[in-house]
């Protein structure tokens, strides 16, 4: 059973950075597709990252294209997601996500296509 725990959500104003971390354990073969989402108060759930390939290849939404940065250690057992020049708008909790296998079609940011998720970690956003 994979387990997913985020950590590094906080308060920050505008313009700032947050550096989200999750903790991943429980893989019994190759290490899952991994995400982060996001979920506003009254929202749907959001794709926002995905790491795409075992190289590490991520994708990004494009309301943080250029802004976040999605990454892995070494070990692929901790995912990262760098997140700068901050906005009221990305106000939500954060989730990470694994996939045990490719997401059909690409869709990457369908939350369907994963079958783990966090606890997640709010990310509060102040103008």
């Known amino acids: 059973q994979v387990q997913l725990v985020e950590s590094g959500g906080g308060s920050v104003q505008a313009g700032g950075s947050l550096r989200l971390s999750c903790a991943a354990s429980?893989?019994?073969?190759?290490?899952?597709?991994m995400g982060w989402f996001r979920q506003a108060p009254g929202k749907e759930r959001e794709g926002v990252a995905a790491i795409v390939n075992s190289s590490g290849t991520a994708v990004y939404a494009g309301s943080v294209e250029g802004r976040f940065i999605m990454s892995q250690d070494n070990a692929r057992s901790t995912l990262y997601l760098q997140m700068n020049s901050l906005k009221p708008e990305d106000t939500a909790m954060y989730y990470c996500?694994?996939?045990?296998?490719?997401?059909?079609?690409?869709?990457?940011?369908?939350?369907?296509?994963?079958?783990?998720w966090g606890q997640g970690t709010q990310v509060t956003v102040s103008s």
């Open positions: 429980g893989y019994t073969y190759t290490a899952p597709f």
């Open positions: 996500a694994a996939a045990q296998t490719p997401p059909a079609g690409g869709r990457w940011f369908s939350r369907y296509e994963y079958d783990y």
